[in-house]
Structure formats: C-alpha cells, structure tokens
C-alpha cells in the first residue's frame, strides 16, 4: 500500500475550475494504476478519471472533456484539473492506485481493484 492524500477541493459556482491534487508515496521508477473516484453520500463510489504506468488516460463518460487527470512521477503528485464544473460534480473526491496493474483502463475496473485510498477532498458546486 501506499499513502495517498488528497487536497485542492472546495466550493465553487457552476462553471468554476478546480485543480484537485493527490501526493502519492509512490517511488518513482513503480508501475501503477492511479485513479479519481468520487462518491456522493452512500452512493457507490464512481470512478472518474484513470491514468496508467504509460500516462495512458481515461475518463467517464460525464466528465470527458471538462476533467483531465495528469501526474508528476518525479514529485510523486497525480492531478484532476476540472472545469466548468456542474452542481452534479459535488462529491466527495479520492485518489487511488494500485501496483498490480501497471495498465489499465476506467471502463475496466472498479473500486474493488483498489488496495490504497486517500481520505478524499470535498467538492461543492452551487447552482
């Protein structure tokens, strides 16, 4: 496992841009699957935006084009600029990764792939 913290949520108006940021205890020569997931109450835990050990990214289907995952292997940091943002992006926002798949693709995994989570990093949209 590795230690994962989130930071950059906040409150922001419909249209807004945030920069969500994840510092990853994650040496830098590793091979991981890295992922944003966001969960809304007791709903199940939604994976939004994935980044491979290649920089191969991808995204659901409801955030493609506004959110863009990216990472800085070198500091250990993983990314999710998001814009024009929605009330319907509120969520709570975590960061995950996973060393036993160094390839991987959103529509092909789940949260229950996930061995190490942050503690996430709240986003509110108003109307």
């Known amino acids: 496992q590795v230690h994962l913290e989130e930071s950059g949520g906040g409150s922001v108006q419909t249209g807004g841009s945030l920069r969500l940021t994840c510092a990853a205890s994650?040496?830098?020569?590793?091979?991981?699957?890295m992922c944003w997931f966001r969960q809304v109450s007791d709903k199940k835990r939604e994976g939004v935006a994935c980044?491979?050990?290649?920089?191969?990214?991808t995204y659901a289907a409801s955030v493609r084009g506004r959110f863009t995952i990216s990472k800085d292997s070198a500091n250990h940091k993983l990314y999710l600029q998001i814009y024009n943002l929605k009330p319907e992006d509120s969520a709570m926002y975590y960061c995950?990764?996973?060393?036993?798949?160094?390839?991987?693709?959103?529509?092909?995994?789940?949260?229950?792939?996930?061995?190490?989570w942050g503690r996430g990093t709240q986003v509110t949209v108003s109307s």
């Open positions: 995950a990764a996973e060393d036993r798949m160094p390839f991987c693709i959103l529509g092909g995994i789940s949260y229950v792939d996930f061995g190490s």
């Open positions: 994650v040496p830098s020569d590793s091979k991981y699957c």
């Open positions: 980044i491979d050990s290649v920089y191969f990214a």
